[in-house]
């Protein structure tokens, strides 16, 4: 209904992007067109008939996928131009690849010999991230009682018995206008993942993507990816949906926690931070006062439930993101970027027409980044709209 309401006339092809989250924004949107006869490149013009970044990622059959960089308004639709093209787009010059970094305007990420994150130079606020390599990691699980979720102290006491590094393969896979991205593969333990890192331009560079494909086949463990950062805080706050609650580093009460869209740890001094964005993995531990590790899989060691000494085994898709930030989570703007991660800019092609609402159209802004927008919808009876909101910030209160 909204899509008909725009004027989608365009010299080439119409897509309209739709943005879900009440917020502006810059981001990557993946789209795919139909063609009889395959173009060798396209070009995608925005409303106002300027030529954005689009990078072509791959041709299946009589299908056409690419990426291009939108900005879209707060809770709105934007009509953009797909043209087919004799000339390929112009690299982007602070877009930098090799099998073993990655390069934007952002960062710097380097990658060691075992496929770990070996560095992370932030560039915009001149320091190192990591304390050491970030790594995925395997720690022994053998609950005492209920196996299939519960995990124990004396476990998470120790340290980890191996890492996922072993039969290491690098590439770059992407190496466009849009996006640069190296993949990397490794196996440990009998299990086996491929991990895709990436760095965009523009505003949706601002964190690092990391896109999995897990053939999990391990025993007796959990797996965690680990990120050992250069800064300190005995406390780390925790996104709860509606909320969010600071925890203490793990303590014989509390090693595995909740979490949702993201986690954050800010320097004692309150200056830079880090938030690891995840759209499915929602717990987590914090060993040290410098170390968060999200938790990716747990099949433990079972006592009398043998039945679940397999449980989790099979191919597991998710993504996570790094964000460092200067100041807190709140200065750092952790809230939109953790919505922006799990609700991604959504394209689709629309029929040429005349519209009142012209090429784009909000249908909800505000303007204060401390509210967040949860639901628009019309009224059962009458002519009114509910507006649910919910506050961002103040509800960082609560401590355990």
């Known amino acids: 209904?909204?899509?008909?309401?725009?004027?989608?006339?365009?010299?080439?092809?119409?897509?309209?992007?739709?943005?879900?989250?009440?917020?502006?924004?810059?981001?990557?949107?993946?789209?795919?067109?139909?063609?009889?006869?395959m173009p060798k490149n396209i070009r995608v013009l925005d409303k106002d008939g300027k030529v954005v970044p689009s990078q072509i990622t791959e041709t299946r059959g009589d299908t056409l996928e690419f990426i291009f960089l939108a900005k879209v308004n707060p809770a709105g639709l934007t009509v953009f131009d797909v043209q087919e093209s004799d000339k390929a787009q112009p690299a982007n010059a602070g877009l930098k690849v090799s099998a073993s970094s990655l390069e934007n305007d952002y960062y710097t990420v380097k990658f060691d010999s075992k496929g770990n994150i070996a560095g992370i130079y932030d560039k915009k606020g001149s320091r190192e991230l990591l304390s050491e390599p970030a790594s995925l990691v395997f720690l022994h699980e053998e609950p005492s009682t209920y196996p299939a979720w519960n995990m124990d102290w004396k476990d998470r006491k120790n340290p980890p018995i191996a890492s996922l590094d072993q039969n290491v393969t690098m590439r770059v896979l992407e190496n466009g206008p849009v996006r640069v991205a190296v993949e990397i593969t490794r196996t440990g333990l009998n299990s086996r993942i491929k991990q895709v890192f990436s760095l965009a331009a523009g505003e949706a560079g601002k964190h690092i993507d990391v896109v999995n494909k897990l053939d999990w086949q391990s025993r007796e463990v959990s797996l965690k990816a680990a990120f050992p950062f250069s800064l300190d805080n005995h406390d780390a706050t925790y996104n709860l949906g509606a909320g969010t609650i600071s925890r203490s580093t793990n303590n014989e009460v509390k090693y595995e926690v909740p979490s949702n869209q993201w986690i954050d740890i800010t320097d004692a001094s309150g200056k830079y931070g880090v938030s690891i964005l995840e759209d499915c993995k929602y717990g987590s531990d914090k060993p040290d006062d410098h170390t968060l590790r999200l938790t990716l899989m747990y099949t433990p060691k079972t006592s009398g439930f043998n039945y679940q000494n397999s449980q989790d085994w099979g191919i597991h898709d998710f993504r996570y993101g790094i964000y460092p930030h200067s100041g807190n989570w709140i200065q750092g703007g952790t809230q939109q970027q953790g919505a922006f991660f799990n609700q991604p800019l959504l394209a689709f092609e629309a029929p040429k027409h005349t519209g009142t609402l012209g090429k784009d159209w909000s249908m909800v802004k505000i303007n204060n980044n401390a509210v967040g927008v949860m639901a628009v919808k019309k009224m059962e009876h009458g002519d009114y709209y509910i507006i649910r909101v919910n506050e961002l910030h103040v509800l960082a209160q609560y401590h355990i």
């Open 1 to 37: 209904a909204l899509s008909a309401g725009l004027d989608t006339r365009v010299k080439g092809r119409a897509v309209i992007v739709y943005n879900p989250v009440a917020s502006d924004r810059e981001d990557i949107v993946t789209a795919e067109l139909t063609y009889t006869s």
